[in-house]
């Protein structure tokens, strides 16, 4: 059975810093590319950053470059997103999701990768205010 589990949202202060995790199930880090999203009531869900060991790829969407590293941990078959330098636009829901393209730049780039995915987690709140 395939599932997605986020954990390590919260609530912090402009400027602090969380640590998402995703512990995937039923698959490896092998088989897909994973990828975080963010989404905000009555906005539509945004790619955030992914990452794919085999392919070797990992991106990151302009806005979060610089502040967030996603990372992985093969053995725990764990995806970590460190967010830094938080500011309040950062607050949403974030989603975790298997991405068998493998972060590729034809769905990340040229395409919608929210549209791409193969699994979704159900998601891990993050607020940031003051």
């Known amino acids: 059975q395939v599932q997605l589990v986020e954990s390590g949202g919260g609530s912090v202060q402009p400027g602090g810093s969380l640590r998402l995790s995703c512990e995937v199930s039923g698959f490896t880090l092998a088989d897909y590319g994973i990828a975080w999203f963010r989404q905000v009531p009555g906005k539509e869900r945004e790619g955030v950053s992914c990452i794919s060991t085999t392919a070797g790829r990992s991106r990151y969407v302009d806005s979060v470059k610089g502040r967030f590293t996603i990372s992985n941990d093969a053995a725990k078959n764990t995806v970590y997103l460190q967010m830094n330098s938080l500011r309040p636009d950062d607050t949403a829901v974030y989603y975790c999701?298997?991405?068998?393209?493998?972060?590729?730049?034809?769905?990340?780039?040229?395409?919608?990768?929210?549209?791409?995915?193969?699994?979704w987690g159900k998601g891990t709140q993050v607020t940031v205010s003051s």
């Open positions: 999701a298997a991405d068998p393209l493998r972060c590729h730049e034809g769905l990340w780039v040229y395409s919608q990768p929210q549209n791409g995915m193969d699994y």
